[in-house]
C-alpha cells in the first residue's frame, strides 16, 4: 500500500498512518479512512439507543420520586400509583445500571479516539519497516498472540516472509520443527543477531550436507509417488476404466 503515499525517492516526504488494525490517513485527506468513519458512526448509533434507554428510566424515576413526596405529605394515591411506588427500588437499579453502560460507552469512545490519532512518519521509514522481513514477522507472531492460529499455519507464515533469511542461517530446519510461537520467535531473535554481527554466524557445511540430503530425499519420495500415480493412470486408461 505504501505506492499509495509515493515512491521510494521521496523518503523524505511526511505521511501520517495509524495502526493498522484501525485503518490508515492519508496526509492530503485526512478523512478517507473509511473504518474510522464506520466504527465512528456505529459507536455514535449505540450511545444514542442507551441514552435513550437512560431518559426514559430517568423519567419513570422522576414520576417515582413525585409519588415519594406525595406519600410523605398523606396524599392517597391509587393502587397503579402505590405499584409504582413499590417498583420503585427496581426503577432506580435500572436507571443506574443504563447510566453506567452510557459511561463505559463514552469511556471506550474517547479512548478509541485517542488510539487512532495519526503519527507523522516520513515515506523513508516506512520503506525501511517494510524491507525489515524479521520486524515484519515478530508484527506477524505478535498478532498470532492477540488471535492465535495452529502452529502449522504459524510456521508457513513465517516460512513464506523470511524464507531466505532462514536459508541463508541454515534455521529453516529448525523453523519447521517449531512447537510453540515463543520458539518461533527465538529463531527469529537468533538471526536479527547474526545480521547485526555478522562474524558471530558460523556456516556449518555439515548441516548444509544434510539439508540438501534431505531435500533430495524428499524431491525422490515425491517423484515416485509422481511415477505411481502415472502408471496407475496407463493401466486404468488399458482397461477402459475412467479417472477419477
Known sequence: ?????????????????????????????????????????????????????????????????????????????????????????????????????????????????????????????????????????????ALVRKYPAIMRTVIFHTRRICKSELTQYQLMEECLACKTVDEVDAILTKIKGYQQDPPSFQYDKEKAKREKDALARKKFEEGKRKRFEERMMRKAKREGKELD
Do not use: H
Open 1 to 141: 500500500f505504501l505506492g499509495r503515499y509515493g515512491s521510494r525517492d521521496q523518503r523524505d516526504k511526511k505521511v501520517k498512518v495509524v495502526d493498522a488494525n484501525v485503518g490508515d490517513v492519508d496526509e492530503e485527506n485526512p478523512s478517507s479512512s473509511s473504518n474510522n468513519d464506520n466504527k465512528t458512526r456505529k459507536q455514535k448509533i449505540a450511545e444514542r439507543k442507551v441514552q435513550e434507554k437512560v431518559t426514559k428510566w430517568e423519567k419513570k424515576m422522576k414520576d417515582v420520586q413525585a409519588l415519594e413526596e406525595r406519600a410523605k405529605k398523606g396524599a392517597k394515591l391509587s393502587k397503579k400509583q402505590q405499584i409504582k411506588l413499590k417498583d420503585a427500588p427496581a426503577c432506580r437499579r435500572r436507571l443506574k445500571s443504563w447510566k453506567e453502560k452510557l459511561e463505559k460507552q463514552r469511556r471506550n469512545g474517547a479512548a478509541d479516539a485517542n488510539a487512532i490519532k495519526p503519527v507523522t512518519m516520513t515515506l523513508g521509514e516506512l520503506y525501511d519497516a517494510a524491507d525489515d522481513r524479521i520486524g515484519l514477522a515478530k508484527e506477524y507472531l
